[in-house]
């Protein structure tokens, strides 16, 4: 009987003493929403992509039936944490797309999908004699609508 008391006693001061040696629990800076940036992305349908030595030139359909062109400089894609992600869909009815995402009403990241099959009528040639070099001189991305 008396380990009882002494068991219940020591569970008991357990109990009351946890929370004053507890861990503070803070929420971590980037899930608090106070901290959230002003983050907003756009999905554009890609008609055509076409690879270049120098990054890739995207064909996309503006507001009014004409063709915008974008141009996606190799180095965004380089690197981990860079400006850009390329991600490469397998055989499914997802037709390429292009997400831009623009932090504080400026230009941040662009994730470009496309099908990982060169055949898919997504993907084009570009002549080789097409000088292109200073259009793939860009640090960010201006879309027309």
Request: with cysteine; hydrophobic share 45%; net charge positive.
């Amino acid at each position: 009987m008396k380990t009882r008391k002494v068991l219940l006693a020591v569970v008991v001061f357990c109990m009351s003493i946890l929370p004053v040696i507890a861990q503070d629990a803070r929420i971590p800076a980037d899930t608090n929403p106070n901290n959230w940036a002003n983050l907003f992305y756009i999905n554009v349908p890609i008609e055509k992509i076409y690879p270049h030595t120098l990054g890739f030139m995207v064909l996309y359909q503006k507001s009014n039936n004409e063709l915008g062109r974008l141009y996606l400089p190799d180095a965004w894609f380089a690197a981990s944490g860079g400006k850009g992600d390329l991600i490469k869909m397998n055989a499914d009815t997802t037709w390429p797309y292009l997400v831009i995402f623009y932090k504080d009403g400026k230009f941040s990241h662009v994730r470009l999908y496309v099908k990982r099959d060169k055949s898919h009528p997504s993907w084009g040639v570009l002549p080789p004699d097409a000088n292109l070099a200073d259009k793939f001189n860009v640090e960010e991305l201006k879309i027309e609508f």
